[in-house]
């Protein structure tokens, strides 16, 4: 497949995962989280600033409302179309003003200097070019605007005997101490979806490292990384069944 044809395959997949994600997300609204995640990411800009905002793969919305709820002004893009829908739905439900467009993250139908921050989470493991896609970002960020991308080694469950090995181990720990994981399996003799994914165009790669390379590559300037950040925002299910793949966070100053 060519990448425009691999692109099209995982907004398909994403599109038919919405259902399951949505109900996710919707646990997560009515959860601690909407606070701690603000905290996290609006701890890097002055308080009482009103931001433009970019929220990139934003799923069915929930940085798109968090961040909405605190007055600022978000525009939420994602590719597949079944998250577009729930992003809506989610948005009218929670009474907060936010956009939401079909977009490819790629290339991004906005002006040069737009946002003060474009934020992700759990996007760019999905991405197939990282140089193209951080190039885009960085073009229409604001000077001094921040991007802040949220994510895990998540290719690793797929890549990496050693990591699978260790997952499956925990998935089975976390169906027995909570009763199911967060697919709605509920057997621990079962075992979670991981299969072998050599094609990954990360397969090689430990992040954040990676990303820190091509982000001072393309000109980003002041470039922090906290290596894991799971502590005040995943909750003890979050922390057994993905202690394998903890969320980092980069931030960049273009």
């Known amino acids: 497949m060519n990448q425009e044809q691999i692109q099209e395959q995982i907004n ?9 994600y949505d109900s996710i997300i919707f646990d997560e609204l009515n959860s601690f989280r909407p606070a701690a995640w603000q905290k996290q990411i609006l701890s890097h800009f002055p308080e009482g600033k009103t931001l433009d905002i970019l929220d990139i793969g934003c799923g069915p919305g929930f940085f798109s409302i968090i961040l909405s709820k605190e007055g600022h002004h978000v525009i939420g893009i994602d590719a597949a179309e079944g998250m577009l829908e729930k992003a809506r739905k989610n948005i009218t439900y929670a009474g907060v003003e936010a956009s939401i467009l079909q977009m490819d993250a790629n290339d991004l139908d906005f002006a040069d ?15 197939h070019d990282h140089t193209v896609a ?50 709605g399996n509920t057997d621990p003799e ?8 050599s094609n990954h165009p990360l397969r090689d790669y430990m992040r954040p490292d990676y990303d820190i390379g091509i982000l001072k590559s393309i000109g980003f300037g002041e470039i922090n990384v906290d290596r894991d950040i799971t502590g005040p ?4 299910k979050e922390k057994l069944l ?11 100053m273009k």
Not at 115 to 125: A, E, K, M, W, Y
Not at 233 to 236: S, T
Request: net charge negative.
């Open 242 to 252: 993905y202690r394998t793949t903890p969320m980092f966070e980069i931030c960049a």
């Open 134 to 183: 951080y190039q885009e970002w960085k073009r229409v960020l604001k000077d001094d605007g921040l991007l802040l991308i949220y994510d895990a080694n998540w290719h690793h469950l797929g890549t990496v005997p050693e990591v699978q090995a260790q997952y499956i181990e925990d998935w089975k720990e976390c169906v027995r101490t909570h009763g199911s994981d967060f697919n």
């Open 190 to 197: 079962g075992s979670p979806h991981v299969g072998e994914d």
């Open 113 to 127: 200097n737009t946002f003060d921050l474009i934020v992700s989470r759990n996007v760019t493991h999905t991405l």
């Open 233 to 236: 925002l995943w909750d003890e």
């Open 12 to 20: 398909k997949e994403w599109s038919e995962s919405s259902d399951n």
